[in-house]
């Protein structure tokens, strides 16, 4: 019996806005978000208020309902602050 070989991976290109906000939320939250798939689903809903399917970036972090070490309310801050520096240009 032989087994085929796994699939390659395309890198993602860094310049793509869904890239760039999932590595920020990976870089600055990993100590204020512990579970892995909280920081995916605010990456996710993130994106989605960069697609314009959220109102507001609190609102992508408060559906988002993570389980955080801090106030919600101060994460909504950290993240609309840290999201605004990545400069990116809503769709």
């Given at each position: 019996?032989t087994?085929?070989?796994?699939?390659?991976?395309?890198?993602?290109?860094?310049?793509d806005?869904?890239k760039?906000?999932?590595d920020?939320?990976?870089k600055?939250f990993?100590?204020?978000?512990?579970?892995?798939n909280?920081?995916?689903?605010?990456?996710?809903?993130l994106?989605?208020?960069?697609?314009?399917?959220?109102?507001?970036?609190?609102?992508?972090v408060?559906?988002?309902?993570?389980e955080?070490?801090?106030?919600?309310n101060?994460?909504?801050?950290?993240v609309?602050?840290?999201?605004?520096?990545?400069?990116?240009?809503?769709?």
């Amino acid at each position: 019996m032989t087994t085929k070989a796994p699939s390659k991976i395309k890198a993602a290109d860094p310049s793509d806005p869904l890239k760039i906000i999932y590595d920020m939320v990976e870089k600055e939250f990993t100590d204020v978000l512990p579970v892995t798939n909280d920081r995916y689903r605010l990456g996710f809903n993130l994106h989605k208020f960069f697609k314009g399917e959220a109102n507001s970036v609190e609102e992508a972090v408060r559906t988002t309902k993570p389980e955080t070490k801090i106030d919600l309310n101060e994460l909504v801050k950290k993240v609309e602050e840290k999201y605004n520096k990545l400069n990116l240009n809503r769709k």
